[in-house]
């Protein structure tokens, strides 16, 4: 770390940027604090609170304070084409997408490597919490960070050896309560600023009301159904909901009922218990693999199949160069296609891959 003498500190207005920037200034490095402006504040199908302007005041204050240049990419056009588009096109598909696994694989790091020719740097450090080491043949891996409650590597599982080779994670060893305290030693402006709970394009959380502005769609009536497919009541578009959902059905039928399909090209939503929601297998496609080139026999690893479930154990087996089929010991509650699910060996991240609707 200490032989690199150009960094880009990616600052995105929040503390944990804020002290990845001054963290690598610490290191000796001449670093450049860039942040990617990826929403346009004058966007009217982003409603709600957006905070755009004011991050970008936020990255240049801190950076002011360290004594660095900041600088502002504008990538208003991309984040639409890569993020937003494939976020709407998703769900209209009948898939519950993850975009920020999006922004990551598309924005971030894409088109940080990009940024670092611009700007004759060597790497770059981003404020995610997960780190990187190298194993015996030089290969890069990808591990949990240090903090278990903050880790972000689920996030990270689409990252290249040639990403990898050029990114730090400089708070992969560091608490969040530690990063806070560096922050406020320094008097950064942002030091008490509220970590982001929601979708940065959707700050209200309405992921139906935005498809509907994004997409200029009317209101499309179709039916819930039960698993025999008796017609149980009507909706507005199947796209509106996602496996396991039980609230804002807008139906009552006595009992409690979840979501446990959408077809979006039938335009039907089935309904049932939650019992119906547990499935043993999952089959991914669009995987990436960072701990080794490829599963040639079955492996025993753990799997989370969205960023807030508890790790589950499992047998993955490849099933052709882009696809993987996972077998749960236990049945698992609510596979979600478009979701990410991610593989574990310990705190090493194996890969992972996008859950299908069905085999391929």
Known sequence: MDSVKKAIAAMSGGVDSAVTAFLLRQHGFDVTGVTLRLIDPNDKTVCGRCSTLHDAEDAKSVCDRIGIEHVVIDFTDTFRENVMERFCNSYLSGYTPNPCVDCNKY??????????????????????????????????LLKKAADSAKDQSYFLYSLSQKQLSKVLFPLGRLTKEEVREIAAEQSFVNSR???????????????????????????????????????????????????????????????????????????????????????????AEKINLIAVDRINSPMRVTAKIRYSHREAAATVEQTG??????????????????????????????????VSKNPK
């Open 321 to 354: 160069e882009n696809s993987f089929v996972v077998e749960f010991d236990e049945p698992q509650r609510a596979v979600t296609p478009g979701q990410s699910v991610v593989l574990y060996d310990g705190d090493i991240i194996i890969g992972g891959g996008v």
């Open 107 to 140: 924005i971030k790091f894409d088109k940080m490597l990009e940024c670092l020719d611009e700007l004759s740097c060597d790497v770059f450090a981003t404020g995610h919490y997960a780190q990187i080491e190298t194993d015996a043949c030089g290969r890069y």
């Open 193 to 283: 600023k509220k970590d982001s709970q929601d979708i940065c394009f959707i700050p209200d959380g309405n992921f139906s009301g935005f498809i509907q502005r994004y997409k200029q769609l009317e209101p499309k009536p179709g039916s819930f159904i039960d698993t025999d497919g008796n017609i149980l009541g009507a909706h507005n578009g199947a796209y509106m909901f996602t496996i396991g959902q039980r609230k804002g059905l807008g139906i009552a039928l006595g009992k409690p009922a979840y979501v446990l399909s959408a077809d979006t090209e039938k335009n039907t939503v089935t309904l049932g218990s939650n019992e119906e929601l547990f499935k043993s297998r999952l089959y």
